[in-house]
């Protein structure tokens, strides 16, 4: 059974930082590039940070850039995501994809809460 289990969401004041975890089973974790996409209140969902199946390539949504950091541990099947300098619009749920490159198969995490508020 195929499962992604996001963690490390919560309430941080702005300018905090948190780390985002998302532990995967039930496939080969290395045949898939991993994201972190997130969807704030009345909105749709937005691409956050990708990374590729060896962790080789990186990418991030623009507003994400110099502030996020996305990074995976193959051996744990463990995609992270570092936010620092947290923003009161950084505030959505945050949700871990699977993607293989190869056929296009794609898994979702169910999604973890992050509020930036004072």
């Known amino acids: 059974q195929v499962q992604l289990v996001e963690s490390g969401g919560g309430l941080v004041q702005p300018g905090g930082s948190l780390r985002l975890s998302c532990v995967a089973s039930g496939f080969t974790f290395s045949d898939y590039g991993m994201s972190w996409y997130r969807q704030a209140p009345g909105k749709g969902r937005e691409l956050v940070a990708s990374?590729?199946?060896?962790?080789?390539?990186?990418n991030y949504a623009d507003s994400m850039k110099g502030r996020f950091t996305i990074s995976r541990d193959n051996a744990k099947n463990t995609v992270y995501l570092q936010m620092n300098s947290l923003k009161p619009e950084d505030t959505a749920v945050y949700y871990c994809n699977a993607k293989r490159p190869v056929g296009g198969l794609t898994y979702w995490g169910q999604g973890t809460q992050v509020a930036v508020s004072s």
């Open positions: 990374i590729s199946r060896l962790g080789g390539t990186t």
